[in-house]
Structure formats: C-alpha cells, structure tokens
C-alpha cells in the first residue's frame, strides 16, 4: 500500500546518493519527487505542492551537505525546516479585544467539531487565561446541538447561552447585549455546520458576523480534509475575513497536509489544535510537529544530530567492542537502552528511522513499559549477578522478582532477551568483521532492524 | 464505444414514463444535482484541457493528472492510471485529447467496477429473526444523520425499523437520535450516558426480539481509528450482536465523509480490521467538489460503497448506482443535448 512503501522508496535514495558533497539539481530531483508524493498522500494541495517543492528547490540549490548526512536527507531536512517555518509565520495567540468583551466566532463545516472545541476552548479561557466565558449556541438546526453545548458548557465550567430555535443572529446580538451587561471577558459562539455550497446558512453567518464583530473568526478544520480543503478555507475567509484556524482530530492519523495548504494560500495563523476526545485536549499549535507528520516521514537528520549529541563516542566504541568480542553484559544492556531512551521516547525514535514500521500507541506504550520493567530488575541484581547471568538459579530468580516487584518469569524474560541480543552479537561478529559498529541495540529487541 | 455513449444511451429521456421510472428518473436527478460540484471540478475541467490541446503531449498528461490528485483521486492511483494511459495512447497511436479523456474515465471506472465482488446496495435481510446493522465511523462524518436517512429508507420499503442509541459518549448523541427517532415514528433504544454501548446493544436485541422489529440500526461513537481501547469495545458491540442474534451484524456500514482526503483509505482500513465491513456509506457528497476517495478505497481495499449521501432531504441518501454516479459526474444536466 502506497503509505507504507514510501520510507522504503526514500532508502534506496538515500542510498543512491551517499557520498556527494553539494545538493546539485540532479541529487535533489529524485528526492523531490518522492518529497512531492509524500505531502500529496498527506492532502497538501497539488498547487501548494508544486509551488511549496520549487520554493524548496530554489533555495537548496548549491548548499552544502553537512558531514554524515547524504544529499537526499538534506533535502528532507530543509524541505521539514521550509514548513516549520511557513507553518510557523505570523504566529500569534488569541487576539482579545483592548478592554472588555471579547467575541470568538466558530465556524466550519459539518462535523468538524466546533461545538466539542467550543467546550475545550472555553476550558482553555478559564484555566489557562483566567477568563470568565459565556457560551452562546447558534447551531439551531442540527437535532440536539444545543443539548450537546449545554451539555459541555456544564463539563468545562461556561456559562450557557440559549434561546431555543430562535433567529441565531437574534441569538447573538442578545448573546451579546448579556455578555456585555455581566461583564463576561469571553463569548464564544457556537455555529451551525454548513456545507459551503450553502449559500442561506452563508449568508446568516454573515449576518451574524456583522452583527457582533467578533474579535476572533476562527474556521475548523478537520485533519482528515482533502485536497477541498483550501477552497473551503478560501470560500469562508472570503465571505467572513477569517482570523485564524483551528485544527481539529489530530488525535486521528490523517497527516493533516490541510494545514500547509491552507496557511500557504491564505497565510491564516494556525492557532490551537485538537488533539483527542477530553476537553483538555486542546494545545497550543506546535509548528514542528506539524511538519513532521505532514512529510510523515522520519526525520532523519534530527536523528543523527540528535544522536550525535547523546551519545558518548568513547562509551559507544567501548560497548560495542566488548559486545562483538561476545564479551556483553547485563549491564552494557541496561546501559545501551538507557542511552537510546535519552533520545526520547521509543514511539518518538521508531518515527525517525526509515524503514521502521508504524508503531500504534498500543505498542508504543507497552514498549516503553518494557523498558522500565527490565531497567528495574536489572537494578535488583548484585553487580556479580549482571556481569554473569548464568550463574542465576531459581532462588536467585526468586529474590531478584520480589526485589523488583516482578513475576519469575519477567526474570527469565530478561535473561532471555539478553541471551537473544547476545546471539545476535556474535552473528554480526561474524558476518561484518571487525568494523561492524554499535548494531542491534540490544534492548531493544522487539522493535528490531534500526540503523543509524 | 465509449462510456459516454452508453450513459446517454441508458438515461436519455423517455417522454411519458410510468411510475417505476419517474423513481428512476428522480433518483438520476438527485445523482445529477448531488454531484454537481464534482462534475465542474472533473468532467468540466477535462473538456476545459481537451479544447485547449490540439494533440496530447506530457504537458497534457500531467494536467491530466492534476485534476485526478485534485479530485481526491489518491496519489498512487492517479500515478497508476495516467502511466496506463501513456502506455496505451502509445501502443494504440491515440493523439485526440478527447479519445484520450475517454479512455481515462474508462479505465477509472472499469477498474472500479471489476475490483471486488459485484455487490447488492440493499441490506440482506435475515430470514429468522432480525436483521442487524452496525454502523461505525470516525467523529463527525454523519453516522446520526445517515442512521435517520436509512431507517426512512428501509421503512419506505415496509420494514420496521428500530433505533439503537449505542453512541454513549457525545454529549447530546443519544437526545440527537431520539429527535430523529421521533420524527420517523421508530421506536429506540437507549442507554446511560456514558455507559457501556454493548450493553444497549444487548437491550436493542432483546426489544427487537420481542417486537418483531425486522432491522436494528446500531449508532456508536465517533472514533478515531488509531484509539485501540475504542476499537476493542467495537470488537466487544460486534461479539454481543452475534450471541444474541445469530450472524449479526448482518451488515456494517462505515460512514466516511466526502470532504476526507486520503486519510479515508486508513480508516476503512481500520474498521475492516476490527469490523467485518461490509459496506461504505459516502456523505456530504453534494458540499465537495472531489470525493475520489470512492475510488481509492475500492481500489486499496475491495469494500463496496453501498450509499451515498448527495444532499440534506431523507431521500438524498441514494444507493450507490456506479452508472448513475458516472452519468452525476460526466454528464449532468447535459442530458437533452
């Protein structure tokens, strides 16, 4: 399936060009192209994506590669930093107004959240800012939204405005007029979904929007959206001088491509992000994270950077020698998944290394608690017993799980997996002589295969 | 030869029509207005390049392949599809962009149409007893409001229908499905906020037994594929319909919204693990200009769409009809030309 062999196609790139010095028309092409699909599968805009990857090209010609790293992984890494920073741009937090009533509209299509984000944003306004929140409920035609935004409003703690199905410009300016009189900081007002087409539910908007200028006209935008999604934006700024963006159900893993179209073509500040189902799953909006799911590739050159300042050279040389020598110990274990920890969490380096498959959260978790669950019975041994296992009987065992507060078994897990890592040791030796470097990540065995 | 000639064959008017046909006649209606959108932004677009080109070239192919990327089409496919089209205007020396066109939406839709089984759109009903269908879907997509179209659907057929509230966790979920299921006079099934949703779905079947329902409509959460614990307790709805019905689900549908780029393909993909889906219900169709998303998923995975959302009226939810849907998109209100 085409998302899946996209880190595989990038490899045989990588591989291709390892070794040139400077990024030349010809050593970018390729990546370029591959660069061009992958925000495609994302859904950027096919214009943004043709326009975006020249702006990249331009830019990248005749730049040197930095040591270690091949012409291909430069380019991905200027094509991530070129995002970054466009997502980035003008990026600002909420605009209140100079004194008084603040007025925050949301709008965007059916199903997009805006009555789950109204709730999360008003828990962001009184938490976060301190703010004292009235929420007004405009959507009057979808059965039970109103329910739906009282029902909210009660979780996060807003006040609830409603007057049943009356005109929702009515709503609004009565909405207002009470804000204004109890001297609420905050009125967010919750809007009906409406198909863009809709010319009638447009034009109540409008109405609307004039009717109370809002200080804050924020569009909804579902991370799944596809290549429509800049016309959306477009047909809403249009009509309603949008003031920003939102970015709902990130918490899904649609790659979000919407984001880069929809800040390159209107240049909208993209300002929080919705991130799961609770209603503290509100954040600020984190540029660099967006790009990164957006090229939805790993990014490697954060990796070796990364992984340069981490790890000891000197500590590194050592491991491994004595690892290829068969000479590995419990503890060069412990060690070794301690320094891959410190490059961050297992589900954060799985990502950047090309060619490592997709963890789910599920596994991602268990991973991790793997880890810590090996880390701690490692720790229950005497050092004699983690430079030779094999001297472990059962009422060694006994005594290591309690100490550790784990099963027997865990125990033998351990072992097992650092006679596996062991194994894997000397087959390497083997197979690569004596320049074959820091290898199988010992630890790690479960998610397996990673290279630097 | 071509498609086109063979849409307007099939639904060129017939002057006084008896009253099956006026249904038809309605319904290519409902498909020709639906997809108006779409058709500006597909079929407008490639007549628009067929005049501008004398003779096709690679200039050519590549606007070619912008339209089908731009219409949601999904990379690889469009990919796949164009270089086809090289190698077959190539070895068949074709250089009239229009003959080029044709062969383009041949090879769409042919493939489309040989790729998984040839479906029946109606639900199959069980003979003993009722018949279950579970309807899933990430947040936002429609589930409620597609849940309310087919029960009017199936009750326009004479069945009688049950509602069950199994989406316990939206605020306001289940008091939507109630308003629905009072305007359709269906009787519903709810349970406890935030309770457990197989356990409404266990009451559903018991109601359904004993009032000799013949469909129970299941609503559940919105959920993003990638929660494992949401999809486990969909897994968990699935084992207590099929103990307490014998085969239900007899059907599921996977609502995906018409506006989703290629994320839709993930989440069928999703569901059909956790699921056994058996069929795609595509909405809002009628507020996109793309919905390629039909193609990629029949071409990834093999699911039929079995209905498709083209408009806000009870009828606008339509089975899926592949001729009515290529003649929505191509032709239009062109018809009388």
């Known amino acids: 399936m085409a998302f899946e062999s996209l880190t595989d196609r990038f490899g045989g790139i990588f591989k291709k060009l390892r070794g040139q010095s400077r990024l030349t028309e010809a050593n970018m092409d390729a990546m370029l192209k591959e660069i061009r699909v992958a925000l495609l599968e994302a859904d950027v805009n096919f214009k943004v994506v043709k326009a975006f990857t020249n702006d990249v090209k331009e830019k990248a010609i005749g730049q040197d590669v930095y040591n270690k790293v091949n012409p291909s992984q430069m380019v991905v890494k200027i094509v991530h930093d070129e995002i970054e920073e466009l997502l980035g741009a003008d990026q600002t937090g909420l605009n209140y107004a100079k004194n008084g009533l603040t007025i925050i509209l949301l709008v965007g299509l059916q199903g997009t959240g805006k009555t789950t984000t109204a709730g999360k944003l008003g828990k962001y306004l009184i938490e976060k800012e301190h703010k004292k929140v009235m929420v007004a409920a405009c959507d009057v035609y979808r059965p039970a939204a109103i329910e739906q935004l009282e029902t909210v409003a009660g979780q996060v703690g807003m006040t609830f405005f409603s007057m049943g199905k009356e005109d929702p410009v009515n709503i609004a300016s009565e909405a207002k007029k009470k804000a204004l009189n109890e001297h609420f900081d905050v009125l967010l007002i919750d809007t009906a979904g409406r198909l863009q087409i809709d010319e009638a539910l447009m034009g109540e908007l409008k109405k609307i929007n004039h009717e109370v200028h809002p200080d804050e006209v924020l569009l909804l935008v579902d991370a799944a959206a596809g290549q429509d999604s800049v016309n959306v934006a477009n047909a809403f700024n249009h009509d309603l001088r949008l003031t920003g963006v939102i970015m709902s159900k990130l918490d899904g893993d649609a790659r979000g491509g919407a984001a880069l179209s929809i800040k390159y073509l209107t240049g909208l500040p993209i300002k929080f992000a919705g991130i799961g189902e609770k209603m503290s799953d509100l954040e600020p909006f984190y540029p660099s994270r967006m790009a990164d799911r957006i090229l939805g590739m790993g990014d490697v050159v954060t990796l070796v950077e990364k992984a340069k300042e981490v790890m000891d050279e000197k500590e590194m040389e050592k491991a491994s020698k004595k690892m290829l020598d068969g000479d590995f110990t419990l503890e060069d274990m412990l060690k070794q998944m301690k320094q891959v920890q410190k490059l961050g969490s297992i589900g954060a380096i799985a990502r950047m290394i090309p060619g490592m498959p997709k963890l789910t959260d599920e596994q991602k978790q268990r991973a991790e608690k793997e880890m810590k669950v090996f880390e701690s019975i490692i720790n229950s041994m005497t050092p004699y017993e983690r430079r030779h296992p094999e001297i472990l009987r059962y009422s060694h065992k006994n005594r290591i799980a309690k100490g550790s507060g784990h099963t027997n078994a865990d125990v033998n897990r351990v072992i097992k997996r650092y006679e596996d890592s062991k194994r894997m040791m000397k087959e390497m030796k083997r197979y690569s002589g004596k320049n074959g470097g820091f290898g199988g990540m010992g630890g790690m065995g479960g998610l397996g295969g990673g290279r630097f | ?337």
């Open chain 2, 1 to 337: 030869m071509g498609l086109f000639s063979f849409l307007k064959n099939k639904f060129s008017k017939k002057g006084d029509a008896p009253e099956k046909e006026k249904k038809e006649e309605q319904s290519l209606e409902t498909y020709s207005k639906g997809l108006e959108k779409s058709r500006k932004n597909f079929a407008s677009r490639l007549d628009a390049l067929s005049k501008r080109y004398a003779k096709v070239n690679s200039d050519y192919f590549e606007e070619l392949e912008q339209v089908l990327i731009e219409s949601d089409v999904g990379v690889d496919l469009s990919l796949r599809l164009i270089e086809n089209l090289l190698d077959q205007s190539e070895k068949q020396k074709i250089s009239d962009p229009k003959a080029i066109n044709e062969m383009l939406v041949d090879n769409m839709f042919v493939d489309y149409a040989t790729r998984g089984e040839s479906v029946e759109n109606e639900i199959r009903f069980n003979e003993n007893g009722p018949t279950v269908l579970l309807v899933v879907g990430v947040n936002g997509v429609g589930k409620t409001t597609s849940i309310a179209k087919l029960a009017h659907h199936y009750q326009e057929k004479g069945k009688k229908v049950l509602l069950v509230a199994g989406d316990t966790f939206r605020a306001g979920a289940t008091t939507q499905l109630k308003i629905w299921a009072e305007r359709l006079n269906c009787p519903i099934v709810v349970g406890k906020e935030n309770g457990d949703p197989a356990s409404v779905a266990y009451d559903g079947c018991q109601y359904a037994k004993n009032n000799d329902i013949d469909l129970i409509i299941v609503d559940t959460a919105g959920r993003q594929q990638t929660k494992a614990n949401l999809m486990q307790e969909l897994a968990k709805i699935n084992r207590v319909l099929g103990r307490e019905i014998e085969g239900a689900p007899h059907d599921t549908f996977l609502i995906i919204d018409g506006t989703t780029g290629q994320n839709g393909v993930l989440q069928a993909k999703a569901f059909k693990e956790v699921t056994n889906l058996t069929g795609i219900v595509i909405t809002k169709m009628d507020g996109t200009s793309k919905g390629g998303i039909i193609l990629s998923i029949r071409d990834e995975l093999g699911v039929p769409v079995r209905f498709i959302g083209l408009g806000e009226r009870m009828e606008d939810l339509q089975e899926f009809d592949l001729d009515k849907y290529l003649y929505g998109l191509l032709l239009g209100e062109s018809r009388d030309d």
